[in-house]
């Protein structure tokens, strides 16, 4: 009987070492869950909006897709700092607005020029963009030799642009001198058919837009390259990423640090030389 008893306790004990195995697998595996649940809601969290306008070849929409030059490198900056962007078109003055404004919104291709400078954190630059100011050949009577010869005649900017701020900085005025315009596509239709004497952009973006106009339903204007002249260099500066100043200081590290592995690996040079 003896023997029996302690069979029966040894018998209990297996069985309650059992539950209690059970009992922590369980919690093992229900605390494993939250594990995931927490990283798959961190994961999310890492999406950050991002704002951009149309300038071609650096960003424009295309069969319904976000791309360009501009565009592929700021994708390509997010996915090496294990971030995930989501790309938005805006006219370019709201955007400018808009990141400016509110917290962890990132803009590009955004010039870093004087007046933005205490409004933005400067993430990293993109590509170095020029700005010209542009004429038709046969306006033999616009004669552009420097910025007070320019005061002279119409210009078409992007509103809200580097070109608008830098000319407005200069002595131009809205309504004045200054068109602005949301489309840089609509400023160098003007100047072909001659409302206005001068458009202020960069050169790829110029040639893009005449390409674009003269393969639509346009047709009682001919559109083309050799048509135009760039009589006066305004500006070279970097077009940058950038958030507004009180974005979170991780995101700024994280982004910087992305960018200075794919400058150091060539990766960037790849993608510009897509462009090219």
């Not at 195995?21 to 649940?37: P, S």
């Not at 160098?188 to 674009?212: C, M, S, T």
Request: with cysteine; net charge positive; glycine share 6%.
């Amino acid at each position: 009987m003896e023997n029996h008893k302690k069979y029966a306790g040894c018998f209990r004990d297996t069985t309650s070492g059992a539950k209690n195995r059970r009992r922590i697998q369980i919690l093992k595996t229900v605390w494993g869950l939250i594990v995931l649940l927490c990283v798959g809601l961190q994961a999310q969290a890492q999406e950050i909006s991002v704002l951009t306008t149309t300038w071609i070849p650096y960003a424009y929409e295309s069969n319904g897709r976000i791309t360009g030059m501009s565009t592929e490198i700021v994708r390509a900056i997010l996915n090496r700092a294990g971030l995930t962007g989501d790309i938005q078109m805006n006219s370019w003055n709201r955007a400018i607005i808009t990141a400016k404004t509110q917290k962890n919104i990132l803009i590009y291709p955004l010039m870093r020029i004087p007046q933005r400078e205490d409004d933005f954190i400067w993430v990293s630059p993109i590509f170095d963009a020029k700005l010209s100011l542009f004429k038709l050949k046969k306006n033999k009577a616009v004669v552009v030799k420097d910025l007070n010869d320019a005061k002279a005649y119409s210009i078409g900017v992007l509103k809200g642009a580097a070109m608008h701020q830098f000319l407005v900085s200069k002595g131009f005025e809205d309504n004045v001198q200054l068109h602005a315009s949301y489309s840089n596509r609509k400023n160098v239709e003007l100047l072909f058919r001659g409302r206005i004497y001068l458009v202020a952009d960069n050169p790829l973006v110029v040639a893009y837009e005449i390409k674009q106009l003269a393969q639509s339903s346009i047709k009682d204007i001919r559109f083309s390259y050799d048509q135009v002249q760039e009589v006066l260099p305004l500006t070279r500066k970097k077009a940058y990423m950038a958030f507004g100043k009180e974005s979170s200081p991780e995101y700024v590290t994280r982004l910087r640090n992305a960018w200075q592995a794919l400058d150091a690996d060539g990766s960037l040079e790849k993608i510009f030389s897509r462009y090219q």
